[in-house]
């Protein structure tokens, strides 16, 4: 039974996304406010090991993405027998990296903890979360290559509801472990560790049964054997210039979590409450920005480029009105938000003293999500990382340790440079957009009688 689902509006797309981004982000506070029944200090481990895993994790991040995009552009044009392979070779592909990397991760956890500039105190606790959450990265691997594939044909719901039974199992178990009940050992942050990877296990296996039948033919074991070397190019193709560009994010991003570590201990749990917050700000917008990515790729694929073109503006529009909304509702009550996390009153007014800059933040993170999204879909990655890679190097890392610690602004300076490191970009990408280029370049063949989605 085909799982794709025929209606490509943007918000027949979008609501699931959006869904699924919540849950994600519940298990993401669910752990922030178990943990820090714990500690701050377990707290603060949780946030900058966050980084470095987000950094990792970008290696088949970027693989998922690309064979995500060419599944899309692929069944756009009619040709789902190259676009069940391309599914297949990105698993593949992921597999191998998250081995990799989860070998890495466990072996050299000590080491790793010590290079992140993590205050002594809290070195083992995160030799400890490093060790188990890395050495089960492979799981992550699975899940993104996976959930990648399933929403670019259309089935954005599937994730969703995967991802409804990750939460609750990982709620579950993170109460077990932190509070010992049922009369089980109290585990602490060691405890959270082992709920995240178990729950990732158990949303792999059912992502796969869902995998297998997501086309009309059904895919036996045995194809999980296939490679074919022109698809595994078009898919590389897509996929290096989307590594190096996120992989460029995620590591100037923990570049700057080390600088808020320098600074104090108490700033690296504020900046960590303040990721946590601001979460339902991005997640609105990047539900938005990724369903219309799906969708612009796959208009893209059926020779609907102008379609496409501007559709992305109404990507952009959404957005911004959804993302601007939220983060004036954070910034009203933001206070009392940051109390739900933490009692401190230095962290507390830390805190709140940022929430008119993420007014800022926000919207110049929808523009570069939309557009930057827009020209993904449609194979325009080499231009995203060419202009990225500077501005995250010079403005977001430079500018931070400049102002942050050269300047003494401390997390003000942070947030300054961000805001302008996502502009320069955002700016970059619309200005390209507008340019209309990929209207220039050849698009994929449609099969004949293959009819392009709805432009509704």
Request: hydrophobic share 55%; glycine share 10%.
């Amino acid at each position: 039974m085909v799982q794709r689902q025929q209606n490509m509006s943007l918000w027949m797309l979008a609501w699931p996304v959006f869904l699924e981004m919540l849950l994600q982000f519940m298990l993401g506070t669910a752990d922030t406010l178990m943990v820090s029944h714990i500690s701050d200090d377990a707290v603060a481990v949780i946030g900058i090991s966050t980084q470095l895993f987000n950094a990792v994790n970008i290696f088949f991040t970027a693989v998922a993405s690309g064979a995500g995009i060419l599944v899309a552009q692929k069944l756009g044009a009619g040709k789902e027998e190259d676009a069940r392979t391309v599914g297949i070779l990105g698993l593949n592909v992921c597999i191998g990296i998250g081995l990799l990397l989860s070998v890495l991760l466990y072996a050299g956890a000590g080491p790793i903890a010590s290079w992140l500039q993590l205050p002594a105190e809290l070195q083992p606790l995160g030799q400890s979360y490093i060790s188990i959450v890395g050495g089960g990265m492979v799981f992550l691997a699975i899940m993104t290559a996976l959930s990648s594939v399933i929403r670019n044909t259309g089935n954005t719901r599937a994730p969703m509801y995967i991802g409804i039974g990750m939460n609750l199992i990982h709620v579950a178990m993170n109460y077990v472990v932190i509070y010992g009940a049922f009369g089980f050992p109290v585990l602490g942050l060691e405890g959270v560790a082992f709920s995240t990877t178990i729950s990732r296990i158990a949303a792999c296996v059912v992502m796969l049964a869902i995998f297998r039948s997501s086309f009309s033919r059904k895919m036996e074991w045995k194809e999980f054997r296939l490679f074919e070397r022109p698809l595994f190019k078009e898919t590389l193709k897509l996929s290096w210039p989307l590594g190096v560009n996120m992989s460029t994010w995620c590591f100037t991003q923990l570049i700057i979590f080390a600088f808020v570590a320098m600074i104090g201990a108490k700033e690296l749990s504020t900046r960590t409450y303040m990721n946590t917050m601001e979460s339902f700000c991005f997640m609105i917008g990047f539900s938005v920005a990724l369903a219309g990515q799906i969708r612009i790729a796959h208009l893209y694929g059926s020779g609907e480029g102008r379609v496409a073109y501007r559709n992305a503006f109404q990507v952009l529009w959404v957005g911004m009105v959804l993302v601007l909304a939220n983060a004036l509702l954070l910034c009203i009550f933001g206070r009392e938000t940051i109390e739900l996390f933490t009692a401190d009153p230095e962290i507390v007014a830390m805190g709140v003293s940022l929430l008119a800059l993420n007014l800022l933040l926000q919207p110049a993170k929808m523009l570069n999500m939309a557009i930057g999204n827009a020209l993904t879909a449609v194979g325009e990655t080499r231009y995203i990382m060419m202009t990225g890679m500077p501005s995250m190097w010079i403005i977001a890392v430079g500018m931070s340790y400049f102002l942050a610690i050269g300047l003494g602004w401390g997390l003000s300076g942070i947030y300054v440079a961000m805001i302008t490191d996502e502009a320069i970009r955002g700016l970059a990408v619309l200005i390209r957009w507008r340019q209309k280029k990929f209207l220039a370049s050849p698009q994929p063949e449609l099969k004949p009688n293959q009819a392009a989605p709805s432009a509704g």
